[in-house]
């Protein structure tokens, strides 16, 4: 549009103080005519001294219908070619608000004059205007809306808003494994839902004006977390984050990566949009929060020879999906046990009670687990989540025994991750098998909620100077992932050192919706006590288990050193009660003590019968390891006892026989065994943190 016209009302005035964050400073020029491209919601800003002829003492302005200007200090409304003085700190402040239909459509002139008002100069300007929004699901509903306010931001809680980027570690292959974000390339086109899209949205002329271009970049401190695939399909319309898979992976090229900082990316004329799809690489950790930025820059050619100046940025902003442990008290969907050469009656077990919670036993077998019977201590199964997607992904253990293999070989797949932590400087001990990792049901706590449980892990006494610890490369991508603030047990008390060994969680219809289970010797004296007051100090333990030397309950409670060795196992597990109780915010109320004896060997604790609280919570079905204890008219007291305090709660025992295959190897039930969970209903994002 050629036509030029004088402003004279206040419709063309600019709001300038909402718009002053997004000012661009351009330049004018009285030999030259200057173009330029102006974005459609950012404001120019001309200083009109810096281009005034010597001499100049007023100016006045013209432009086309479809530009809007200011003029700052403010100036009260002018007549039509009403000459305005020049001061010393003149400004022109102008926008566009739609698109052009065409390169340089819209101009605007400025004219110089002297004391008496002669003309000394006169500066022109072209514009074309685009409209440029890089969108991401800021809202979080599943869809990409357009130009979000808040998308290069992130906030916690219900009414927070931020995008979401899952780290694509699953395998999209089923039979040559390799985790989907160790490649560099789109491998099938399912891959595409375990990213999350970003569209960049474009109107405006056919093309830019000659030199102008758009490009995608990142920071180098995000260059190892993300990566930035884009499609060569462009559809204009609304876009959901599963919207227009293309057929072919060659369709989805590689644009943004650790080798490639910034990319060119085609501005493709009129109102078009281009599909992008973001993979992220790494979960937080202790050197990376979590949070990542994507922008896109309009560049303006100053000069042949030069090299090309940003004139607008978009940013968006994701958060990476951490990594979230499930509790007891979620529903059971797989439970894996190891299959070995002294095991059936384990197995059998096992079995009879996955039967009748219609659950799935999934078996790993002689082959694969290399005698390596220990399931809960080589894995620990968790999940990512974001709106338009998630999958379970397993946190391998840095053990690495004989089921090292397993998470990777066995697990890993399509829609199921895999994650690790390999420490550098750090020896591996006995408290990096995961039996030493939990989670508590949601719980508050002095009023701050924790709808997704809070870790749990065990570690050396404060005081300790040469205690076991789990490794802090392990303890570091716990803490990181935020949403599950971890409790620090004391757990190296334990000739086996596992937190599993002395407490666990069950479901309950009341108070919390859970019980704290705790191993207590106390309780164990507590019934052989009455049990002899009953008259039944002769009954014995380990009645019926061949080879297994038998011992009266009598024998027991006159054995004064177990009975030390029990008040020390006793003090370390209070410890951890009261640890528990504070960090929990529990009441006695919530606690069940579980009967146990403890004996020492080179100062450290191993149970002297199986361990009921190392059980296996399926629903409403225990799994608990067969404590083999005196028995009273044809039943076992311990079993007695466990089933009553667990019946109250609507909870079903089952007692596997572990004797010999787990208890004589220092471990139960529990720690023979895994389970694969349903995720929370509760959305990660909406923790107010």
């Avoid at 130009?147 to 040559?176: F, M, Q, R, T």
């Avoid at 054995?559 to 008040?567: F, R």
């Avoid at 604790?605 to 609280?613: G, K, Q, R, S």
Wanted: hydrophobic fraction near 35%.
């Amino acid at each position: 549009m050629s036509l030029m016209s004088d402003i004279s009302d206040g419709a063309a005035v600019l709001n300038t103080k909402k718009n002053v964050e997004y000012q661009r400073t351009l330049r004018l020029d009285t030999e030259k005519v200057v173009s330029a491209v102006h974005v459609v919601g950012t404001v120019l800003k001309a200083d009109l001294n810096r281009t005034a002829p010597p001499g100049s003492r007023w100016f006045s302005v013209k432009c086309s219908p479809s530009v809007q200007f200011t003029i700052c200090p403010h100036h009260p409304e002018v007549a039509p070619l009403s000459h305005v003085p020049l001061n010393g700190n003149s400004v022109l402040l102008l926008r566009m608000e739609q698109a052009s239909q065409s390169e340089n459509d819209s101009k605007l002139s400025v004219q110089y004059y002297g004391e008496k008002k002669e003309v000394l100069g006169k500066a022109v300007l072209h514009l074309t205007a685009v409209e440029i929004s890089l969108d991401v699901d800021a809202d979080r509903d599943g869809v990409v809306e357009n130009n979000n306010p808040n998308k290069g931001s992130w906030k916690w809680g219900p009414d927070g808003h931020g995008a979401i980027l899952l780290v694509n570690c699953d395998s999209e292959s089923s039979y040559y494994k390799k985790v989907d974000s160790m490649q560099n390339y789109v491998s099938r086109v399912s891959d595409l839902k375990d990213m999350s899209l970003m569209v960049l949205r474009t109107k405006g002329p056919a093309s830019l004006p000659p030199g102008y271009k758009l490009t995608m970049h990142i920071s180098q401190s995000d260059a190892e977390t993300i990566r930035v695939f884009s499609s060569q399909s462009s559809k204009p319309g609304p876009m959901s984050a599963s919207h227009f898979y293309s057929y072919f992976v060659k369709d989805y090229p590689l644009v943004i990566s650790s080798e490639v900082l910034a990319q060119e990316v085609p501005y493709l004329g009129g109102t078009a949009e281009m599909k992008f799809y973001v993979e992220g690489c790494r979960f937080p950790d202790k050197d990376f929060d979590g949070l990542v930025r994507i922008h896109l820059s309009v560049l303006e050619p100053i000069a042949r020879g030069f090299p090309e100046t940003p004139i607008f940025t978009d940013t968006v902003m994701f958060r990476v999906a951490p990594w979230i442990m499930t509790p007891n008290t979620l529903q059971p969907l797989e439970v894996f046990v190891c299959s070995t050469s002294d095991n059936y009656s384990f197995l059998k077990g096992m079995k009879n009670l996955v039967d009748k919670t219609g659950q799935k036993l999934r078996v790993c077998h002689e082959y694969m687990n290399r005698q390596d019977r220990w399931m809960q201590d080589e894995l620990e199964f968790g999940y990512i989540e974001s709106p338009h997607h998630w999958f379970p992904v397993v946190l391998d253990s840095p053990r690495d025994r004989g089921l090292k293999e397993f998470p990777y070989d066995e697990l890993l797949g399509p829609d199921f991750g895999y994650v690790t932590r390999i420490p550098k400087d750090e020896k591996v001990t006995g408290l990096d098998s995961f039996g030493n990792l939990e989670v508590s049901p949601p719980v508050t706590v002095n009023g701050k909620h924790y709808p997704l449980g809070r870790i749990i892990i065990g570690v050396a006494f404060p005081t300790a100077s040469k205690g076991r610890n789990m490794t802090k490369v392990i303890q570091d991508f716990l803490w990181a992932q935020k949403v599950q603030e971890p409790i620090a047990l004391f757990s190296d008390w334990l000739a086996v050192g596992h937190v599993d060994e002395f407490m666990t969680f069950v479901p309950a219809p009341d108070r919390k919706g859970f019980r704290l289970l705790l191993a207590s010797p106390d309780a164990g004296y507590k019934i052989f006590k009455n049990l002899q007051n009953n008259g039944h100090g002769k009954a014995k333990l380990f009645e019926g288990l061949k080879g297994e030397e038998q011992i009266t309950v009598d024998e027991i409670l006159s054995d004064e050193y177990l009975q030390a060795e029990n008040n020390y196992a006793q003090s370390c597990i209070d410890w951890n009660r009261d640890v528990l109780k504070r960090e929990l915010d529990l009441e006695d109320e919530d606690i069940i003590d579980l009967p146990i004896l403890f004996k020492l060997e080179n100062t450290r604790a191993l149970a002297y019968y199986p361990d009921m609280v190392n059980m296996i919570v399926l629903g409403k079905h225990l799994g608990i390891p067969k404590p083999f204890g005196p028995r009273v008219n044809g039943r076992c007291a311990l079993e007695s006892e466990v089933s009553f305090l667990m019946g109250k709660l609507g909870l079903s025992c089952t007692f596997i026989d572990d004797f010999a295959s787990y208890h004589k190897n220092l471990g139960e039930v529990h720690c023979g065994s895994n389970v694969h969970r349903k995720h929370f209903d509760f959305k990660w994002w909406e923790m107010e943190l």
